[in-house]
């Protein structure tokens, strides 16, 4: 059973250095995390059957643009702090009794479930999964929570051989993970109807989460012509895209670009859009990782959602591009190559292969181009697998 606990312990480890890739990637180490991480993405990227474990499934980049995302941008910060203080106030209770000497705890929550800690962790991780919606966070997790499981049947096995009697007690008084008259509801007996329990518990959240990329994909704020299709990163530009879209198309410099056979992705955003770097390599100012103020930027997005909500997290201000005063907006070009393209969504499809392609700075108001720039076809992490939306 030690190399349960080590295996759980490691995929513990390995779930939360994915879900935390977002930190990751704007730290000093972030050249390192991905010359080991992001070979793995890309070899799943080859697969059609994997390829999907590298897309995202709700907005990260995108401030999301109904009230239902919205609820589930709140929920992320609430489940993952309040699973994290979960986990944090138990592991202090049990380390209080070991120093003490009072036994085991089976007070507070622990006098509720027998295994709160892990049931902090889930949260928490369910939280994590929203907050960086990567897929591959999602299996992950549950195979975490399996692993959880049978090293919580390891912990009993131990107790009941530690104290079999007052132990046998406070198991026929709480539930594993949820309170007993409510996990006899629910929990099936027999390896066969847990087998079951788990197949559908695995079903409900994978099924869950592509039924969230696709309802995002249906509410995202988008401009379409034939060949192109325009996304606004924040719901106070969509009204200058849909009336500027046109003209900035027509304009020399941006459609001598665009050849007639190809498709592309545009995304319409202020010019100091602090998430930029993830779309393409639009400057080494937009590479978190040489940044200062991301740590703290990052700790405000995950306690003050409302924050992110209104779109102060992804905006620095930087005098005339201003989000709220100015008329500068940037956008860059994706070529976006599938040949299964027949509907705008598709544009965002998991199989479409999204390469940058070059960048305009254009004056809205005035339908004045400021600047224009080539772009390499990595991102501001090189080759990275990076979210849509």
């Known amino acids: 059973m030690n190399k349960i606990k080590l295996i759980s312990n490691s995929a513990i480890i390995l779930y939360f250095i994915v879900g935390f890739e977002i930190l990751i990637m704007i730290s000093p180490f972030a050249g390192f995390f991905y010359s080991v991480f992001n070979p793995f993405l890309l070899e799943t990227a080859k697969y059609p059957a994997t ?7 709700l907005p990260h980049m995108v401030i999301p643009p109904d009230d239902f995302l919205k609820f589930m941008r709140i929920m992320g910060s609430v489940l993952f702090v309040s699973g994290a203080a979960l986990f944090i106030i138990c592991a202090l209770q049990v380390y209080a009794n070991k120093f003490l000497k009072k036994g085991t705890a089976l007070k507070g929550f622990y006098s509720i479930v027998r295994h709160p800690q892990y049931v902090g962790l889930v949260m928490a991780g369910i939280g994590l999964s929203i907050l960086w919606p990567r897929l591959l966070v999602v299996p992950l997790w549950l195979a975490m929570i399996v692993l959880y499981y049978f090293l919580s ?6 107790m009941l051989n530690r104290y079999p009697d007052t132990y046998r007690q406070y198991m026929d008084k709480t539930g594993m993970f949820l309170p007993k008259k409510l996990e006899r509801r629910l929990s099936p007996s027999g390896v066969i109807g847990k087998i079951a329990l788990f197949v559908m518990i695995a079903t409900f959240t994978i099924g869950g989460a592509f039924f969230l990329r696709s309802y995002t994909i249906k509410h995202l704020l988008l401009w379409t012509s034939p060949t192109v ?13 849909e009336h500027r879209m046109n003209d900035i198309l027509s304009m020399k410099e941006v459609g001598t670009r665009l050849k007639d056979n190809e498709k592309y992705l545009v995304y319409f955003m202020p010019v100091d859009y602090i998430m930029q770097g993830m779309i393409a390599d639009t400057g080494d100012e937009w590479r978190l990782y040489r940044r200062h103020v991301t740590i703290i930027r990052f700790l405000d997005w995950i306690f003050h959602p409302f924050s992110h909500l209104s779109g102060h997290h992804s905006v620095l201000h930087h005098g005339s591009h201003d989000m709220n005063n100015g008329v500068v907006r940037r956008l860059v070009f994706l070529k976006v190559s599938d040949g299964a393209i027949s509907e705008p969504y598709d544009f965002f499809s998991i199989n479409a292969e999204r390469v940058p392609q070059f960048m305009v700075d254009v004056d809205v108001h005035n339908l004045t181009l400021m600047s224009l720039k080539d772009l ?10 990076v979210p849509t939306f």
């Open 51 to 57: 390829k999907w474990l590298s897309a995202f499934y």
């Open 153 to 158: 049947k390891d912990e009993e096995r131990r």
């Open 376 to 385: 390499p076809k990595e991102t501001g992490w090189g080759n990275m697998p």
């Open 229 to 241: 299709v325009a996304l606004s990163l924040l719901s106070e530009d969509t009204q200058k895209m």
